[in-house]
């Protein structure tokens, strides 16, 4: 078989790469297939980023990834909580530590002496020669395992300050490692399907896997050949990279503090300041966007992957999912006075009665934080804002469509994968994985027992206003929408939310319990999304051949340092700063507990009972979630009888996650990060594809990793130490893309000001 027969250049995010998209094949009957040394990834973008090939005698788990891998797990940890309660949180990336971790381990390669520690069968050499990739990949696991760890911490944070409620540690740190753990195990028992198969791509760990490659100067042969073929490659990725990077880093220095316009050039506000339409048109970052445009790389890639990693169609299908909810059908709503829209601001996710004041909390709760049913009837029923109740409805949405796609387009390969994890449609690097001992299932079902025994203790120990019954839905909740979420996620890097199903299905079964609803969500959402965490991680360790024993090590050490350093940050900072989480506390006013809070209160305080009463404003959005299941059903007979057609590049849930990071994104976000991937991955890959090939993914990482630096370095050199830029048209704090309007309703009015 010709190797070009196995490579199909077009990536389709319908497409399941079954047998038939290889040639024949002859059924595998062992557990290690036969190599072919021509083979590679059927799919292009995996080709130029990740060699078809491994050297196993590599050492991994060694003295030195250990001990860097603790350092950087308990930094970034430690950070990232930190900053989280500033009113300018700073996020430290993974890629930071990616970059660091490569001299650090050159640092340990030249200072450790070459010595065996002598400790029977755990013995080993404290410096086993040069620092390698496999090593490398390791410490970035276990940090990225840590950097992500602390979802749960947030429900923490707003039970505190909304609720008036503390679990102390004990209860914290059950509460943060069982969901981690939980979905850990999750990860575990369906990698087969998340991780193993070539369609399975993980988009954004090609940006990882082509940085660790440039940095330890290895190339896939996809480069190799573009490079002997091509005129005008010359310059190697590594100097690209320094070079991009350097450009990043200082590029970033004008939007991220000189020039913050360049975050949101709105320009139609310029034409006319004192009007609320204008405004309302024009901001990117409080209103629609129409025209508006970012110049801060940051933005981007802080709501969305990178657009330079998202194959083009899937690009165009979030796009078009984004262009009709936002542009199209949050402006209906709004200017026909839908929900009454307009007595509220355009874009926000603040809470409000029905004159349109703020919605007063403490009016309608009883001392046991419960709902009090007499204060409410009596007070108001809740309001949102239109932009807030349409991307409730997409979120519904997107579930619904999620469900029948996947079993539609993936239901056989995912019942084939159930008989047998190994099929003849394996790639390449699923061939070499198997020279490694796999993690055996039962491990993984091990992991998953002790988290969900953990998981009992917290909610019948703490306060958790959580039956134990309920524990058990939630479980099931997460494990059955984690596949279909799953795959979804594997092919865009965009994943989608189970956060409102969770609060609506607890908000049904007991509603008025905002704390239960809370603790039903972290067990139910966040562990879907940590799940997701681990299998993006071990995707990232099958394509750069690392033992799965040993990923499985690496991700629960870096989650259980993670947990540790994250709380006891979180207890320090709540019991040392007055007022914490306020605006008397600033700069610590965490912003990020607005949307947690504001959900708490519509879901569990609340309820859908009454959100989604037949009387409600809000009676017609469940209705989003039947359009949506509906939607990929014509899509998918119209594909069959029309096979080489546009529509087979339809996929109906990838456009449902165009509006996915609303709110709080800014609009101008999507339009902007979509036309850049049209630049890169549709005309530079098609008309310069040798050049795409070698530095796309590159410059990929650069612009990552400058603006990540640089980030950095603005923060402790500037905003820490209260060093502020001067105030001028291009740095104005009142609003910074100059839509003054753009936060108050129609009238003018904004009661959150």
Known sequence: MDSEKKLDPVYDPNKIYTKESFGSHSSIEENVHPIDPLEDSP????????????????????????????????????????????ANPLTIKVIVVQLLAF????????????????????????NPGKFNVKEHVLITVMANAAATSFDAIDIIVVQKIYYNQDWGFGGGILLVLSTSLLGFGFAGILRRFLVRPSSMVWPINLVNATLFHTLH???????????????????????????????????????GYMIPVLTSISWICWIKKDSVLVSQIGSGIHGLGIGSFTLDWSQLAAWYPSPLAI???????????????????????????????????????HQYDIFGAEFDRDRVLTPGQFLNETAYEDYSPIRITGFFAVCYGQG???????????ILYNGKDIWNRVKNARQASDDIHAKLM???????????????????????????????????????????????WLLPIGIITAITSQSPTISMITEWVYGGIRPGHPIGNMIFKTYGYITVRQALLFAQDLKLGHYMKIPPRHMFSFQIVGTIVASFVSLGTTNFLMGSIPDVCTKAAYPWTCPNAGLFGASSVIWGLIGPQKFFATYSLYAGLPYFLLAGFLLPIPIYFLTKRYPNSWIRHVSIPVCMLGPTPYPPAPTNVAPCWAFIGFIFNYVIKRRANAWWKKYNYVLSAALDSGVAICAIVIFFAFQNTEIHFPTWWGNNPDSIDQCPLATANWTGVDVYA
């Open 217 to 255: 100067k290895e190339s896939p042969k996809e480069i190799l050949d573009a490079e002997a073929t091509t005129p005008g490659l010359s310059l190697s990725r590594n100097k690209f990279f320094l070079i991009a990077f350097t450009c990043s880093f200082i590029w970033y220095f004008f939007p």
């Open 434 to 480: 198997d020279r490694y001992k796999e993690v055996p299932d039962l491990w993984y079902l091990g992991l998953f027992l002790v988290a969900l025994g953990m998981s009992f203790a917290t909610i019948i120990v703490w306060p958790s206003d959580m039956p134990w019954w309920a524990l058990i839905i939630a479980v099931i909740l997460a494990f059955v």
């Open 396 to 406: 519904l949405a997107a579930l619904g469509a999620i469900i029948s796609h996947t």
């Open 103 to 126: 001299p650090a381990g050159r640092l340990t390669e030249k200072i450790l002496p070459n010595y065996n520690v002598p400790l029977g069968r755990f013995s080993f050499n404290l």
């Open 311 to 349: 194959p083009w169609v899937v690009q165009a299908n979030m796009l078009a999912g984004f262009v009709f909810f936002i542009w199209f059908l949050v402006p209906i709503i709004y200017y026909t006075d839908t929900w009454e829209s307009k007595k509220f601001p355009f874009y926000n996710t």
């Open 43 to 86: 799919i292009e973008e995996v080709r130029s980023a990740v060699p078809p090939t491994d050297d196993h005698t590599l050492p991994t788990a060694t003295f030195r990834s250990w001990f860097w891998g603790i350092i950087f797990s308990a930094a970034i940890s430690f950070s990232n909580q930190f900053f989280w309660f500033r």
